[in-house]
């Protein structure tokens, strides 16, 4: 592993982030102390990136955004919009195929 900044490859195990999905290993580059996370293309993401995943796949199996959106509600409790389900279909599909 490299520091994104510098390039440098002294790195250290620096706590863990937490959030509501999940927890993420910090790490800190001795070089020039920049903090950082192993990127996972899942930066940003509210939900966790398995409810994505099958939201995405039950989509391209042919369930409508509607149908998925429901889905989601009553197998997970998870409240999501058309609009988001269509977004990450739009953003992540192109890695699943």
């Known amino acids: 592993m490299k520091c994104p900044k510098c390039k440098g490859k002294n790195i ?13 290993q910090l790490y800190q580059c001795m070089k020039c102390n920049l903090t950082f996370m192993k990127h996972d293309g899942f930066e940003r993401m509210r ?11 039950m989509h391209n199996e042919g369930l ?11 197998h997970d409790g998870i409240k999501v919009t058309r ?10 599909s192109v890695f699943l195929k």
């Open 12 to 24: 250290i195990k620096r706590g863990k982030r937490y959030n509501k999905t999940n927890t993420k």
């Open 83 to 92: 609009k988001t389900i269509s977004d990450w279909t739009k953003k992540y």
């Open 47 to 57: 939900h966790n990136k398995k409810i994505i995943s099958r939201a995405i796949h």
């Open 64 to 74: 409508s955004l509607f149908q998925v959106q429901d889905h989601l509600w009553q």
